[in-house]
């Protein structure tokens, strides 16, 4: 951090001028002369709260995707259908038992099982030949995207919140104050909270698990050279197998979460490999707090912009990953 | 960096290096071709109506597209997965600056004014997109192009102003001259025939010039063509700039065959389609995307009958597809010309086993 702002200067200022004033608006109460030139706050908080849990909901599939994407140089354009996989089962698993953290443990175990057999079944034997990998990545969503049209039929589903999660709670932010002078409080629905803070936990716990564990230190040495790795006498398909099904499995946890709070039908896996797409080109491949840095800046500029400027929302995010291809090719927190 | 560009290499097997070095076209002296050339030629005289436009027509539009990703991917190799998009930008100029039912949308110039302006916007479209992809590499050229592909069908989709939303533009209208409806099957046919031919010798032809020569060094080893002083992010952009070309030709001729464009004929899945066209095909050869389209074509045409024929649920077109691209991707890296050629070779060398492997490259068809 500190050698960022040594090394530019400009660009810390910018970025830190821009979390200021980003601050100040959730924080502040706004003065009336800023209310008439961009509308309610209610209307603004809401979109920033869309888009931070937004953000978590596309770090949680972002992060498999360049995950396994930083090890093995596979792009997993099956990434989407995973991730609908995952959603389906969790909510056949909810529908039949009623009980959501139950479809999370399992929507999770079968995903990463569909990802181990993947990645022994198909990608060992082409190791190495990144882009044969990736067309019959594509070959496999055309499949999966088809059986899964097939088992479960063009309708939307939605997964049922559990109890305990419905209904909204006050957050200590001033939306506006009463002409009595009595503050309005800011009311969000809980089950969104509660799910930004669980992909939190799993992004702190998955860096927790990168730099500070022994499987860890195999992993990120293998981002780095995994020959040279595989020639200290690591088992480097045990690696690759395990983060797989690590990957996939997280895919399978942000199904039933966009099951949750979006819907599911044909299509979604589309749209989210797009986000993780644009979300790892935005962060930087293979780079874990890039991911978490560029689902929260997609994440956001898609809610803002579709309240702000509803026609071209999907512009903002484009011209994002256009500007960061200009300026810094790799992502922004990628290392090389 | 070496990864990327490894594979590269691997998924297109050394074809150039063994192509003999012909300054004349490779079709001159091949029978197949002549009779391919023929029966193209006076197909109205065989075909019906139907056959002549769903089947053929479709087919080389669609080859004609597959073939500006197979001149980018196969010389250049630069997988690109917005050739659709270029195609289908290219389509809603025609639509937007020429006549149709949205009266509040286009402009109504006449088609002479419209398809120029098409062309150039969608050529200008597509450069752009490209100098954004070779900023990157290899398998990074496939996401970015994938992302704008996606982008742009989301774009058409949301905008109302310019794309009329996911309705689309309906009812464009088509050329008519010289006392010709160009647009009626026989007359669309032949206009159809004929861009795709030069679409196909102009590819056949960059694939010989200097230019294409610098680019399949640039593919091969673009550290070394740096050191002989090419410029290699020009060729690469200049690559984009021609295929891009191709493809908006490609566009305005299915916005002219189906008389409408709607974000639908942009979307991700059909991006897609246009890879799997290439890649079954094969990319090492201009005729592959043109024998990928024709079977792709065939398939979604006749796969429904035929499944319901053998009782099996008709709607499993994609399935059909995806599983037979991913035989391809593993058993072929050439596709269907890849095994065709693979076969022959078998047969020769079974013939006379003493002689070396005939050369792989010289063209057939």
């Known amino acids: 951090m500190t050698r960022f702002v040594e090394r530019h200067p400009v660009w810390a200022l910018i970025a830190i001028i821009a979390l200021a004033i980003l601050l100040w608006l959730i924080f502040a109460v706004w003065p009336p002369g800023l209310e008439e030139a961009i509308g309610r706050k209610r209307v603004f908080l809401n979109a920033v709260f869309n888009g931070i849990t937004l953000g978590g909901l596309y770090f949680l599939v972002a992060s498999g995707f360049t995950l396994i994407f930083g090890l093995m140089r596979n792009v997993n354009l099956a ?4 991730y609908l996989f995952g959603g389906y089962i969790g909510y056949a698993i909810s529908a039949s038992t009623g009980s959501w953290i139950l479809s ?4 999770f175990i079968l995903t990463a099982l569909v990802g181990v057999l993947l990645q022994v079944i198909v990608f060992r034997r082409m190791e190495g030949q990144d882009l044969r990998q990736t067309m019959v990545t594509i070959g496999l969503s055309i499949v999966f995207a088809d059986l899964m049209l097939w088992a479960c039929g063009g309708d939307f589903y939605q997964i049922q919140t559990p109890s305990w999660l419905i209904g909204p709670i006050d957050l200590p932010l001033i939306t506006a104050i009463k002409s009595s002078g009595e503050p309005v409080y ?14 939190v936990v799993i992004g702190v716990a998955m860096w927790l698990a990168l730099n500070r564990t022994r499987i860890g230190m195999i992993v990120r040495a293998g981002v780095d050279d995994r020959d040279i790795l595989a020639a200290t006498g690591v088992r480097i398909q045990l690696v690759f197998v395990l983060v797989f099904a690590l990957g996939a499995g997280l895919a399978g946890i942000a199904g039933v979460v966009g099951g949750t709070f979006q819907s599911l039908s044909p299509g979604e896996d589309i749209r989210f490999l797009l986000a993780s797409l644009v979300v790892v080109i935005v962060g930087g491949m293979g780079s874990i707090p890039g991911a978490a840095l560029g689902a929260l800046i997609i994440g956001l500029a898609e809610q803002l912009g579709s309240v702000y400027i509803p026609t071209y929302a999907i512009v903002v995010t484009f011209l994002i990953m256009v500007l960061v291809l200009a300026v810094r090719p790799q992502g922004l927190l990628a290392r090389r | 960096m070496s990864v990327t560009h490894d594979a590269r290499v691997q998924l297109l097997p050394a074809a150039t290096a063994q192509r003999p070095a ?10 197949a071709a002549w009779i391919v050339a023929v029966i193209l030629l ?22 004609t597209i597959a073939l500006s990703l197979m001149l980018l991917a196969g010389y250049a190799g630069m997988v690109s997965l917005m050739q659709l998009t270029i195609a289908g930008f290219a389509a809603y100029m ?18 002479w004014l419209a398809v120029p302006m098409a062309l150039v916007l969608a050529t ?14 290899g398998i990074y050229t496939i996401m970015i192009t ?32 010289w006392g010709v409806n160009w647009r009626a099957d026989i007359p669309f046919y032949y206009v159809v025939l004929g861009t795709a031919a030069l679409c196909y010798f102009a590819v056949q032809y960059i694939s010989r010039a200097p230019f294409g020569l610098a680019l399949q060094g640039v593919r091969d080893n673009p550290r070394r063509m740096a050191a002989l002083g090419f410029n290699v992010n020009a060729h690469r952009i200049a690559a984009y700039a021609v295929a891009s070309f191709i493809a908006a030709l490609a566009g305005v001729l299915q916005v002219w065959n189906y008389r409408q464009i709607s974000p639908g004929s942009v979307s991700v899945g059909a991006c897609i389609d246009i890879l799997i066209i290439a890649i079954v095909g094969g990319i090492t050869r201009p005729i592959g995307p043109y024998i990928g389209a024709l079977i792709f074509v065939l398939l979604r045409t006749f796969a429904l009958d035929f499944l319901v024929e053998i009782g099996l649920d008709g709607n499993r077109f994609r399935l059909i597809i995806g599983l037979g691209f991913l035989a391809i991707v593993f058993w072929s890296s050439d596709g269907v010309i890849g095994l065709w050629q693979r076969w022959r070779n078998g047969v020769n060398e079974s013939k006379r086993p003493a002689t070396p492997r005939p050369g792989g490259g010289h063209g057939h068809g």
């Open chain 2, 94 to 111: 025609v639509a937007v600056f020429g006549t149709s039912d949205n009266a509040n949308i286009s402009l109504g110039w006449p088609w």
């Open chain 1, 79 to 82: 990434h989407g259908s995973l």
């Open chain 1, 104 to 107: 999370f443990i399992i929507a």
């Open chain 2, 124 to 137: 200008l479209f597509g450069t752009l997109g490209g100098a954004l992809a070779v900023r990157t590499e």
């Open chain 2, 146 to 177: 994938l992302a704008i592909g996606a982008a742009f069908y989301y774009f058409t989709n949301q905008n109302w102003a310019i794309f009329n939303g996911h309705t689309g533009i309906n009812n464009v209208a088509t050329p008519r001259f």
């Open chain 2, 42 to 63: 006076i197909m109205p005289l065989i075909a019906n109506g139907f056959f002549l436009i769903e089947i053929f027509a479709t087919t080389m539009i669609l080859g």
């Open chain 2, 22 to 31: 012909i300054r004349t076209w490779p079709e001159i002296d091949n029978p």
């Open chain 1, 186 to 199: 800011l009311r969000y629905p809980l089950v969104r909270l509660v799910i930004f803070l669980a992909s």
